[in-house]
């Protein structure tokens, strides 16, 4: 792998060799894929329904979140994901402000390591 952007990732923890398998090796597809992330519609639907407390529809957009998060190998915040996704999914909503919090910060670090 000789992409930046992949090696950062691979450096924090990123499951990218899985991911470029499910791609075909296909490292340019990739990282437009990765690229496509930034500014996904869902992250201000979820932050939306988070800040008022929509929480049967803050669950289907951080599931989907989850899913891109996982089949782009993006590991850390796949773990931060489902540290939402989970407790939302079983309507416990019990410290989800500090977890969502947690996902955010982890989703900034990606923004970071794609700059």
């Known amino acids: 792998m000789g992409n930046v952007k992949i090696e950062k990732l691979k450096a924090w923890g990123a499951d990218t060799e899985m991911a470029l398998n499910r791609f075909m090796e296909d490292e340019d597809l990739y990282v437009e894929c990765l690229d496509m992330i930034v500014g996904d519609k869902h992250f201000d639907a979820l932050a939306d329904a988070m800040a008022n407390k929509r929480y049967k529809e803050a669950f289907e957009h951080a599931h989907c979140l989850k899913g891109v998060a996982g089949n782009l190998g993006l590991t850390p915040h796949f773990d ?36």
């Open 80 to 115: 931060a994901m489902c540290e939402v996704v989970e407790p939302l999914r079983k309507d416990r909503y019990d410290n989800i402000d500090e977890k969502y919090k947690a996902m955010l910060e982890k989703y900034e670090e990606y923004l970071q390591l794609m700059k």
